[in-house]
């Protein structure tokens, strides 16, 4: 499985943003998720999407922010980043998991064996 990630930059605290992970391989299609990490600090789960269905999870911190969801046509994750303030400032990553179903197991990163190579989002104040 490959993930490439696109889409970050800078944009001004309450504007938006949408990241773009693309993927190819076998085996993808499962539980797709997006992680952060912020200046110094570590890897923080943000959002997680399954492929077949569509059922969704999403961090208490971005929850009614951030919205995830897919292409299966293009095999492509999206995140969608509303209402951005200067907290959100990382390096985003997706990732690919072998999970089948969303549970309390999708926040960790080790459940993930593929990760893209990470995009900045930068938010100013």
């Known amino acids: 499985v490959q993930l490439q990630a696109s889409g970050g930059g800078l944009v001004q605290a309450g504007e938006s943003l949408r990241l773009s992970c693309a993927a190819s391989?076998?085996?993808?299609?499962?539980?797709m998720a997006w992680f952060r990490q912020p200046p110094g600090k570590g890897r923080d789960f943000v959002a997680a999407?399954?492929?077949?269905?569509?059922?969704?999870t999403y961090d208490d911190a971005v929850k009614g922010r951030f919205t995830v969801s897919k292409d299966t046509a293009k095999s492509t994750v999206y995140l969608q980043m509303n209402k951005m303030n200067p907290e959100d400032t990382a390096v985003y990553y997706c990732?690919?998991?072998?999970?089948?179903?969303?549970?309390?197991?999708?926040?960790?990163?080790?459940?993930?064996?593929?990760w893209g190579q990470g995009t900045l989002v930068t938010v100013s104040s």
């Open positions: 990732a690919a998991s072998r999970l089948g179903v969303i549970t309390s197991q999708v926040r960790y990163g080790d459940n993930y064996p593929f």
């Open positions: 391989g076998s085996g993808f299609n499962r539980v």
């Open positions: 999407i399954k492929w077949t269905g569509g059922s969704s």
